[in-house]
């Protein structure tokens, strides 16, 4: 049976992770981390009479869980993982927010400690394999600009799964400068700017997660999009994570690559 403790556990995916957890037969709820939970919400978060409650990190017993799955704040995600490395948790993470050196230094950590954990800028099957078709097509296809959308209350801009997407563009992508000449009347209209791969960030409400990938070529475009409509959608990667975390012996970076 595999312990697990949900770090942010009264958001939106917390709510999610902790109804998943809990159908689970072979993994058991046994922590979260919500610093305003209290052991009066126990019935309206779906937390069990044995469940420990944190209000802050360093109250966590290390020994409560196996495992430590993180849908928190990019503010408090870099901290939130080194904690779990380094005291032996497998760290699972859906928060975004790291930096290039951050994830690096953790998985330098992961490696020093031998403890496995995965960090997935999105869970979602869909996000995984557009990702996945983004970077074959950009082989073909230098002239590249990724549009992604989410609701008014994202932290972080661009999302994790936009900046996955441009870093492994950019791994295949030749040499490119798209509009070199270009004048600009309006200071950062052409979003940000990543190896010269446009990131274009919309947030708004009604919206959940979406990303559009588009490449334009001599007479011809192509758009590659994804959808994700419901948080439900994130948590068959969630799942999956979960049951391979604690085969794991360092940090991956993305869902894709324990698939």
Do not use: C
Request: charged letters at 20%.
């Amino acid at each position: 049976m595999k312990k697990v403790l949900i770090a942010g556990a009264t958001g939106a995916m917390g709510q999610k992770a902790v109804a998943l957890v809990n159908g689970l037969a072979d993994t058991q709820l046994t922590a979260v981390l919500a610093p305003h939970a209290t052991a009066d919400q126990r019935a309206e978060l779906g937390l069990g009479p044995d469940v420990k409650i944190y209000q802050k990190r360093e109250q966590v017993d290390p020994n409560v869980a196996d495992i430590w799955l993180d849908f928190t704040v990019p503010a408090a995600v870099y901290e939130n993982v080194r904690f779990a490395l380094e005291h032996g948790l497998a760290p699972v993470v859906g928060t975004t927010g790291l930096t290039d050196e951050q994830e690096a230094e953790l998985i330098a950590a992961s490696r020093a400690k031998h403890v496995g954990g995965l960090v997935a800028p999105n869970f979602g099957m869909s996000a995984v394999l557009l990702m996945k078709f983004a970077q074959e097509a950009a082989k073909y296809f230098p002239d590249v600009e990724i549009i992604e959308m989410h609701h008014a209350d994202k932290k972080d801009a661009p999302s994790g799964t936009a900046l996955s997407t441009a870093k492994l563009i950019d791994q295949v992508r030749p040499s490119h400068e798209s509009s070199p000449d270009e004048v600009t009347t309006l200071d950062n209209v052409r979003g940000g700017d990543y190896h010269g791969i446009k990131v274009h960030s919309v947030r708004l409400p009604g919206y959940v997660a979406h990303e559009q990938v588009l490449f334009g070529g001599a007479g011809e475009a192509l758009t590659i999009r994804q959808d994700s409509f419901d948080r439900q959608s994130f948590m068959s990667g969630v799942k999956v994570a979960l049951e391979k975390v604690l085969d794991l012996d360092e940090l991956v970076i993305g869902l894709e690559n324990i698939l």
